[in-house]
């Protein structure tokens, strides 16, 4: 099975399944619809299943890249065709694929227009995230990095709210322009190894102050990515305007890139800078963490709220990953999961009451428990799961970021602190106002609860969300080993760079 090609199967499956819907035909533009929304959600299905099986094949002891699959590419350059996932990737993967056809469950009923061409959208989309996540070559990554922009312009722009478009571009031009900064590290990385391979990259040791300049460009396309504070201000419009399927991968999947860049190259391949930048990343992450909540608790719109909240949350995980310790690190990766299956079903949440009110202002609702008694059990749960509620996944991600930060920093890991309760607090304001309260309007007395469609899209992250929080090793014994060899090559490269130094000083001190 070594030799099976697992994971550009995985990759490309979508692709496919949106070249199939191209073609597509109908007698009638029902049919038509029909025919998109089925394969779509056929084609998610078995990508899904094939991650699973991925999953199976997946040695969680060992801390390297498996599954690897290697074709030459531009054979004179030494840029290749490279995939492969260790303990971080592969949690990602099955997480997108998990994702994808709970959006296009979610969009069957609230996409009225142009179906075909959303349902292509979503798999193009959802190709781009995996290829991401599996990419082992440089170069091959930021072909994906950089193609997610694309479909989710798109979602955004055709099919979202009455600023879509602005929202769009906003979305677009913001993390284009950092990303154009990361281009200029890949291509100074490459010139100086010779290769694009990440995994010799990852042993390579950049000089110090080369690690400075490509550590700022790697962070100007990740902190936008994440996003961190001051660059966040395009993710609330964005999802604001995005249709519920839109923010739900926006938040679930895409927000993790940053992250994900951040654990990939910046901490294991610039150790020096790294350490260097390590302050200022604290101060961003805490100023994101109270600052944002602070605004969250002044919102009137549901997605706007959730939005901040986002920001805040992963004020968490840039926290956790720039300890450099195992407790930091696990706690920033477990909360990147975690917020990715929550923050998803808030928004699913959101889009339940749109649907039928058509309104996301919080004062619009209210009294929703008498009438939508499941529904408001839903939202309670996913709820008590952004508060971080001990026996909820929530819980476990924010205990080992602070716990980690604890351990380098106890000033940052108290300030942090204050933004779980301040997290609390936004939270259950936001489901006071719209589940308690009178019952007094009569549009809101006409709401139905939850049907079977929205049940079975809600069931499996509800079961989520409770399974992680009670016996979150699942997560913990596959991320471990691979946090542990991150560690390593930060560690590795400090301790290069130190020798590097000395021989320096003691060459100066002999011509001397």
């Known amino acids: ?98 994702l994808t056809p709970i959006c296009i469950l979610a969009s069957w009923k609230s996409i009225k227009h142009h179906i075909k061409e959303y349902m292509i959208a979503f798999l193009i989309l959802e190709t781009m995230m995996i290829g991401m996540f599996v990419s082992l070559d440089l170069v091959l990554f930021y072909v994906f990095f950089e193609g997610v922009l694309i479909p989710m ?56 102050e080369m690690q400075f300049w490509l550590w700022l460009a790697f962070f100007a396309s990740f902190a936008v990515k994440v996003p961190m504070w001051p660059v966040h201000t395009w993710l609330p419009d964005a999802h604001v305007e995005a249709p519920t399927a839109g923010s739900v991968i926006l938040a679930g999947v895409l927000l993790k890139m940053g992250g994900y860049g951040f654990l990939r190259f910046s901490v294991p391949m610039l150790p020096v800078a790294t350490v260097e930048f390590t302050p200022l990343i604290y101060s961003l992450s805490v100023i994101a963490i109270i600052y944002t909540s602070l605004v969250a608790l002044v919102q009137k719109d549901m997605k706007k709220l959730i939005a901040y ?117 936004y939270m259950l304001y936001l489901y006071k106002a719209v589940i308690f309260g009178p019952l007094d309007k009569e549009d809101v007395k006409k709401m139905e609860d939850l049907d079977k469609r929205e049940i079975t899209i809600f069931l499996p992250l509800v079961a989520i969300v409770i399974w992680l929080g009670v016996y979150p090793s699942v997560i913990l014994d596959t991320v471990n080993p691979a946090v542990q060899k991150v560690i390593a090559y930060h560690n590795a490269g400090l301790e290069k760079a130190k020798i590097e130094k000395m021989k320096i000083k003691n060459n100066e001190g002999i011509s001397k």
């Open 1 to 98: 099975m070594s030799t099976f090609p697992i994971l550009s199967l995985i990759t490309f499956l979508p692709l496919l399944g949106a070249l199939l819907i191209f073609f597509l035909g109908g007698a009638k533009q029902e049919d038509l619809d029909k025919n998109a929304k089925s394969t779509a959600l056929f084609v998610s299905l078995f990508t899904f299943g094939l991650s699973l099986f991925m999953y199976s094949m997946f040695d969680n002891t060992n801390g390297g890249f498996q599954l690897i699959e290697h074709k030459q590419w531009f054979a004179n350059l030494d840029i290749s065709y490279r995939l492969g996932v260790d303990g971080i990737s592969v949690l990602f993967v099955l997480l997108a694929a998990f």
């Open 153 to 208: 312009f798109i979602i955004i722009g055709v099919w979202g709210g009455a600023n879509r478009v602005y929202s769009a571009f906003k979305f677009f031009l913001y993390t284009l322009l950092g990303s154009v900064f990361m281009l200029l590290a890949v291509i100074a990385m490459y010139l100086y190894a010779g290769t694009s391979n990440i995994e010799i990259l990852l042993n390579t040791n950049f000089p110090a």
């Open 309 to 425: 909240s986002s920001v805040a949350h992963m004020g968490f995980v840039t926290l956790g990953i720039f300890t450099m310790t195992e407790n930091g690190i696990n706690g920033a990766m477990f909360q990147m999961l975690s917020h990715g299956i929550v923050s998803a079903a808030l928004f699913l949440c959101v889009g339940v009451v749109y649907d039928r009110l058509h309104t996301r202002e919080i004062s619009r609702y209210g009294g929703l428990v008498n009438n939508m008694p499941r529904y408001a059990t839903v939202f309670m749960i996913f709820m008590l799961g952004a508060v971080g509620l001990p026996g909820t996944s929530g819980f476990i991600g924010e205990f080992l970021s602070l716990l980690g930060a604890f351990e380098v920093n106890t000033t940052v890991a108290v300030l942090a602190a204050i933004g779980v309760v301040l997290g609390a607090a």
